[in-house]
T-cell receptor, first 116, second 113 residues
Framework: GDSVTQMEGPVTLSEEAFLTINCTYTATGYPSLFWYVQYPGEGLQLLLKATKADDKGSNKGFEATYRKETTSFHLEKGSVQVSDSAVYFC???????????????FGQGTILTVHP | SAVISQKPSRDICQRGTSLTIQCQVDSQVTMMFWYRQQPGQSLTLIATANQGSEATYESGFVIDKFPISRPNLTFSTLTVSNMSPEDSSIYLCSVTETGEVYTFGSGTRLTVV
């Protein structure tokens, strides 16, 4: 079945540091890929997404590029802020016609803490 | 996108009892899902709630333990039956209309004592 693997956390950075959170996936065909963020005490929010190879999703300074050749969707931000402290989840969604269509498969989650 | 109201937001329950969680959406949605997020872990799909028919359960989850209802396109319930401390988790409902944008409820934090 589909699976998503995220880099181990937690990640602790100083403000304005560069952030990378690695994410790789295994799936049949070409899944859609997502990054979700969960701020303390809140529900999951969509951060960005990409639906086909070489697509770049971006939002709030975060970016991720769908790399079919490496089956990856790494999350990056050039300069993090304290307000970015949250848990980040990478997820995939199977394609139409497959048994996993419509279902999101999540990675383990990465806790990010940004210090002033 | 859809707005979800999930209730209760949290509860503390005695082992052996059952809890029913409600998920109300402000618009009709095609697909509804129930997830479990165990402490410090990722989200695991429990089942897809099907309108007017039995839910489709993922491996490791059974209807007797997690009965689900979906009487219409805007409402679903998940019951956690005969609870044990291992059922202590956050339970979330999620909806999508297009399969491109998923909205999540704020979750129900369940503690079983």
């Amino acid at each position: 079945g589909d699976s998503v693997t995220q880099m181990e956390g937690p990640v602790t950075l100083s403000e304005e540091a560069f952030l990378t959170i690695n994410c790789t996936y295994t799936a049949t065909g070409y899944p859609s890929l997502f990054w979700y963020v969960q701020y303390p005490g809140e529900g999951l929010q969509l951060l960005l997404k990409a639906t086909k190879a070489d697509d770049k999703g971006s939002n709030k300074g975060f970016e991720a590029t769908y790399r079919k050749e490496t089956t990856s969707f790494h999350l990056e931000k050039g300069s993090v802020q304290v307000s970015d402290s949250a848990v980040y989840f990478c997820a995939s969604r199977g394609n139409a016609g497959g048994t996993s269509y419509g279902k999101l498969t999540f990675g383990q989650g990465t806790i990010l803490t940004v210090h002033p | 996108s859809a707005v979800i109201s999930q209730k209760p937001s949290r509860d503390i329950c005695q082992r052996g009892t059952s809890l029913t969680i409600q998920c109300q959406v402000d618009s009709q949605v095609t697909m509804m899902f129930w997830y479990r997020q165990q402490p410090g872990q990722s989200l695991t799909l429990i089942a897809t709630a099907n309108q007017g028919s039995e839910a489709t359960y993922e491996s490791g989850f059974v209807i007797d333990k997690f009965p689900i209802s979906r009487p219409n396109l805007t409402f679903s319930t998940l019951t956690v039956s005969n609870m044990s401390p291992e059922d202590s988790s956050i339970y979330l409902c999620s909806v999508t209309e297009t399969g491109e944008v998923y909205t999540f409820g704020s979750g129900t934090r369940l503690t079983v004592v």
